[in-house]
């Protein structure tokens, strides 16, 4: 079952494990200057609104009611991340482990292959969850993956549209397969609960600091922007340890900020600032290392694809507004897989 809950996606599995519950956040964030290097992890600047999409039928596309599942608002060149939690479950110092699915325009976001419900190790096309706190953008290379922007459908920009030449779908989809409950059980606790947080938050008047002229166009798709560095982890478990008989996906439509009104009633959130504009104002980014595990080699697919900046060079068209370069200043390192109360030891 999937549910709602303050604006974030709650996959729950009860007749699997009583407390298998993973929590799923769309984040808005920084779009990172689309150049030549590979940035570190910008900000967490709140979550996005989601609705439900049956709320609103007479004001959407038929197609996004066929599909149900939620809507949210970005405006074009917005900048996104994924957020996964998964359910602590004390008494076994673990958090229940989830094989998670992503798509844009349902094209893995992980592998560049079209949609397949199931899950495949060679290659790798799914995230671990607790094991991969979130997922910023397509895994081009290893270690890299490029940013989700979102841009029109019909652009020629996004993912969805470099690989197959159509704009069909857009938005994202997602799945989630619980691991099974005898095999957690059995297994030696996973990773301990580790707390950090990217999650941080601006305040109003900076959020509301880039102005912004978008087009009207409802219906969004995600493409690839600005290199970050990100790994995708390898699943730390056997791909039969995966409960393939239960599982719960869900449709993610995009439509721009500026058209959200007219459907919901509501106002769109403020436009984020710009990279420049906060590393300024003296705000971390974040560098993050998962200690122990590996990372996937990244997709040939995705890495061919070409990023907004690129195109619109091509196309004679500036797609993004200020992706002016940017040096770092104040840099906030999380480290994760270490024991409750290890004190980490690093270089003198």
Not at 253 to 261: D, E, K, P, Y
Request: glycine content about 8%; proline content about 8%; some cysteine.
């Amino acid at each position: 079952m999937i549910e709602l809950k303050n604006d974030s996606l709650v996959f729950s599995f009860s007749k699997v494990y009583p407390e298998a519950r993973l929590s799923l956040d769309l984040m808005r964030t920084l779009r990172i200057p689309d150049d030549d290097s590979a940035h570190l992890l910008p900000p967490g600047l709140g979550q996005f609104p989601l609705r439900h999409v049956d709320d609103f039928g007479k004001s959407i596309p038929g197609g996004w009611v066929e599909h149900g599942g939620i809507v949210f608002p970005m405006y074009q060149s917005e900048a996104m991340w994924l957020s996964f939690s998964s359910n602590p479950i004390e008494q076994r110092e673990a958090s229940y482990p989830f094989a998670i699915k992503i798509a844009t325009g349902k094209i893995d976001a992980v592998t560049g292959e079209p949609w397949r419900d199931s899950l495949h190790s060679e290659p790798q096309d799914y995230v671990v969850s607790p094991t991969q706190p979130w997922l910023d953008g397509y895994c081009v290379e290893k270690g890299i993956v490029r940013q989700f922007v979102a841009m029109p459908l019909g652009g020629g920009y996004t993912a969805e549209e470099q690989v197959t030449g159509e704009a069909e779908h857009g938005g994202l989809q997602i799945i989630a397969y619980p691991m099974k409950r005898e095999v957690f059980e059995k297994r030696f606790p996973v990773v301990p609960v580790v707390h950090f947080d990217r999650h941080m938050h601006m305040e109003a008047d900076m959020c509301s600091a880039m102005p912004s002229a978008m087009p009207d166009a409802m219906e969004m798709g995600l493409a690839p922007g600005g290199q970050m560095r990100q790994e995708i982890y390898e699943d730390p478990f056997d791909i039969s340890d995966w409960d393939m008989d239960h599982s719960s996906r869900c449709f993610i439509h995009i439509t721009n900020s500026l058209v959200w009104r007219s459907i919901t009633g509501e106002e769109p959130p403020t436009t984020p600032p710009t990279a420049r504009e906060y590393t300024e104002a003296g705000f971390p980014w974040f560098d993050y290392y998962a200690d122990g595990e590996t990372a996937v080699s990244g997709s040939s697919v995705l890495g061919g694809l070409k990023s907004v900046a690129t195109l619109g060079q091509e196309k004679g068209d500036v797609p993004l507004p200020e992706n002016k370069s940017i040096d770092v200043g104040s840099v906030v390192t999380i480290r994760a897989g270490l024991k409750p109360n290890q004190v980490r030891e690093a270089a003198f």
